[in-house]
């Protein structure tokens, strides 16, 4: 029997610790935030929010879950696409899970910090070496922001109004939203054409975990180091080769945040909007997410709803009870989604490595 290595346990402690923590802060967050949303609204009431589902259109209801589902699924096709670029196709399922544990973790971690790396644990367990996995979050997150700005860009030169129409702290946010962006576009940038800075900091960080006397045999992590490096730069060169396969999975990020912003279209069209608005409501909802970008809180909760009625004030009557409906399906039905899928993903293979473990159990 395998005996567990008693550096990693309180290392695996500490994670868990820091996971339910920062899980805690979302909830405790995204209370406060409702609260003060509920509260601080003129045009709110449990009778007009009935109201307003009961009245609702089911078609438009039912388009705003598939904009949400396509959020999940787009970002699915596009780590798919860039692994099976690279020589590991897996199933379009595993690539869900993928994706579901991305926008999981990134919506209760601050900055999204969490996505990226549950996704890469799951990735490394489906035996994608750490080059590849490594390569393709960090394109994929880049593309995901790029097309985040060129969203930015498009609403601002279509409806410039649009932007003028958010109060002056609201037209703060979404710029320092789209300079952080910038700066981590620029920063990734350096990360997938540098590999030098990826071998620094993965060096310092090997030598401090075994100062820590978290990593032991540092010197075959270290060959292992130099390994992946060699399998880093081959993945570099294909893609400078393959730039249609970059294109097209920049094209499904761009539908993936299309999706995000839909979502809020649908739930004003099935409440009675008018067609005739959708230009500025999907403008106005482009700067939402923007700006909604510019605070390091899990899920952006709170910016992202003051945002919404900061943007939509003069635009929709029952603006909080929209927002409410809108960042319900977008967020909060999509984050349970996700988890869940996740969760299922983990009880499958734990229930796969027992059933294994009984076989050979039986066959010895």
Not at 12 to 33: E, P, Q
Request: with cysteine.
């Amino acid at each position: 029997m395998q005996q567990e290595n008693p550096s990693q346990a309180p290392h695996g402690k500490r994670k868990r610790s820091r996971r339910m923590l920062w899980f805690l802060i979302f909830l405790l967050l995204a209370g406060l935030t409702l609260y003060t949303v509920i509260c601080s609204s003129d045009d709110f009431s449990p009778e007009r929010m009935a109201e307003l589902l009961r009245g609702a259109k089911p078609f438009w209801i039912v388009c705003a879950f598939l904009c949400m589902l396509g959020f999940i699924l787009f970002e699915a096709l596009s780590l798919r696409r860039l692994c099976a670029f690279l020589g590991h196709k897996r199933s379009l399922w595993r690539n869900t899970v993928y994706s579901a544990a991305d926008i999981y973790f990134s919506a209760i971690t601050p900055s999204a910090t969490g996505g990226q790396p549950a996704s890469a644990v799951l990735m490394l367990r489906d035996k994608i070496p750490g080059a590849v996995t490594t390569m393709t979050l960090l394109l994929n997150v880049m593309l995901y922001t790029i097309s985040l700005l060129v969203v930015g860009a498009l609403c601002f030169l279509v409806c410039p109004s649009a932007f003028f129409s958010f109060s002056l702290p609201g037209r703060i946010l979404i710029l320092l939203g789209a300079l952080i962006q910038t700066l981590l576009v620029v920063g990734l940038l350096l990360l997938i054409l540098k590999e030098k800075i990826i071998l620094r900091i993965a060096g310092f960080g090997l030598n401090l975990l075994h100062k820590l006397h978290l990593v032991r045999n540092v010197e075959t992590k270290r060959e292992a180091l130099h390994r992946m490096a060699e399998e880093y730069r081959a993945c570099i060169g294909a893609f400078r080769k393959g730039k249609s396969v970059v294109l097209r999975v920049f094209l499904l990020n761009l539908l993936q945040r299309f999706c995000n912003i839909g979502v809020t279209l649908c739930v004003f069209l099935a409440t009675g909007g008018s067609a005739l608005l959708a230009r500025e409501v999907l403008i106005t909802q482009g700067f939402v997410v923007l700006g909604s970008n510019a605070v390091p809180i899990p899920g952006a909760v709170g910016v992202s709803d003051g945002l919404f009625l900061d943007g939509f004030d003069c635009l929709i009557p029952d603006t909080t009870c929209v927002e409410l409906l809108s960042r319900g399906i977008s967020f909060y039905i999509c984050l349970i989604l996700c988890g869940l899928l996740v969760l299922f993903s983990a009880l499958a293979a734990s229930f796969r490595r027992k059933k294994r473990a009984k076989a050979s159990e039986t066959q010895s």
